[in-house]
């Protein structure tokens, strides 16, 4: 029997003031919904994950958020005085989008992801009962709670470079009563004093893979990271060697903070491309992926000439002498240094 069987039973509200719809309180009822919405959708198929989206409500991980308005940024907040101001953080929180969480200086720094994206994330995962984790960005410590519902807290672990980040993730966590290991670093550096990790599971955008990642897994670990506008799945062989292919689904996410830091988009470049193309995902992945070693124009040419091809087809090997992304076969004729 797993972990999440034995977290069950786990009362799926945190504290706060209720509010009563009838016998029922609206946020219990707006979490069921979000289940419900999320297993129709079939992004909830492993019953363990469903279980953990179940127990783990993300009200308690979203106290605030803030949400565009003209010029600045309006902030919705569970305790608002004002019923419909309530109201309107409360279908915030229970939809399948992305909630900005912290900003800085007009920056967004944190977010709590969309809901439906961290359903496939988890699943592709591929964990097993016993895994140990490392979640690279903590965010509101969310993703860490259902982590730690399938697999225990003892087996999670979950890092950030902002100690204002996880303060806060770590008293989200104890209020339902987890209490997975909760780290302030630099996640580019992993957390060697906690490893070796099976799964690396990564919540912010990746220029390069940190190499330091490799050594602290053990072999045949599988480390899942937003690269480009995709998620690569990396299977690692030992510390110089990690191997893998991305995930058909788009993903965008904050960028990595600390030793690694993205570099800027190739914006300038695409001028003179056709607008059609530059607006296409598919492509657009291609020409991230691909900056810095393909000029835009030969990029367009490749992606045309191949089929327009998809992100599944496209991969990334990461090797003592460097990393590269590839598109169909890493021995193939179409490589590229990554991160270039």
């Not at 220029?207 to 480390?223: D, K, S």
């Not at 990271?225 to 996410?253: K, M, N, Q």
Request: proline letters at 8%; charged letters at 20%.
């Amino acid at each position: 029997m797993g972990a999440h069987a034995a977290r069950s039973a786990r009362p799926a509200h945190g504290s706060g003031t209720a509010q009563a719809a009838g016998p029922r309180d609206l946020r219990d009822a707006a979490h069921a919904a979000q289940v419900r919405e999320l297993t129709a959708a079939g992004v909830l198929e492993d019953p363990a994950w469903r279980a953990a989206f179940a127990a783990v409500p993300r009200h308690v991980f979203v106290p605030y958020f803030f949400t565009g308005r003209g010029a600045g940024h309006e902030r919705l907040w569970g305790e608002d005085p004002d019923p419909a101001h309530r109201a309107r953080w409360l279908r915030g929180v229970y939809a399948d989008a992305p909630l900005p969480t912290r900003l800085r200086d007009g920056e967004l720094v944190s977010s709590s992801s969309q809901p439906s994206l961290m359903a496939k994330m988890l699943e592709a995962l591929e964990v097993r009962d016993g895994d140990d984790v490392l979640e690279i960005g903590t965010g509101t410590g969310y993703t860490a709670a259902l982590l730690s519902h399938r697999l225990g807290e003892e087996h999670v672990t979950t890092i950030d470079l902002d100690e204002e980040i996880t303060e806060s993730a770590r008293a989200h966590l104890a209020r339902i009563g987890y209490r997975p290991t909760v780290v302030t670093g630099d996640g580019a550096r992993g957390c060697p004093s906690r490893a070796p990790f099976d799964r690396i599971l990564v919540t912010c955008t990746l220029p390069l893979v940190p190499h330091a990642w490799l050594g602290q897994c053990r072999p045949g670990a599988r480390i899942l990271a937003p690269l480009s506008t995709g998620l690569i799945a990396l299977t690692v062989r030992d510390a110089d060697f990690a191997e893998g292919r991305f995930l058909h689904t788009s993903a965008y996410f904050v960028p990595l903070r600390g030793a690694t830091a993205s570099p800027t988009a190739p914006g300038e470049a695409w001028y003179g491309l056709p607008y059609e193309l530059v607006e296409n995902e598919r492509f657009q992945f291609m020409l991230v992926l691909t900056a810095g070693a393909l000029h835009p124009r030969e990029a367009l040419d490749l992606w045309r000439g191949e089929g327009r091809p998809g992100r599944e087809r496209f991969g990334v090997t990461v090797s003592a002498e460097g990393q590269w992304s590839w598109l169909d076969d890493p021995q193939g004729p179409y490589v590229w240094p990554l991160g270039e």
